[in-house]
């Protein structure tokens, strides 16, 4: 049980890592510029919480959403 819950997390998280990377390169910008033009060490920054975060992120994204 414990080894198919890591197995899970570690999966998860995998794909969290094949979002964060081009959505911290090219997708922030159309999210929130004001923020990615803020900070250079933003888009760094950001890539954990997207991690975690994403399937919103990824929804939104592919809708398009300006702020």
């Known amino acids: ?4 819950t890591i197995a899970a997390i570690f999966v998860y998280l995998a794909l969290g ?3 964060a ?3 911290a390169w090219r997708g922030i910008d159309r999210l929130d510029p004001a923020a990615a033009r803020g900070s250079p ?6 890539i954990p919480g997207i991690m975690v975060l ?10 398009g959403a300006r702020p």
């Open 21 to 23: 990377v081009p959505m």
């Open 41 to 46: 060490g933003f888009r760094i920054v950001a």
């Open 54 to 63: 994403w399937p919103l992120v990824l929804a939104r994204w592919s809708r």
């Open 1 to 4: 049980m414990a080894t198919a």
């Open 17 to 19: 890592l094949l979002v």
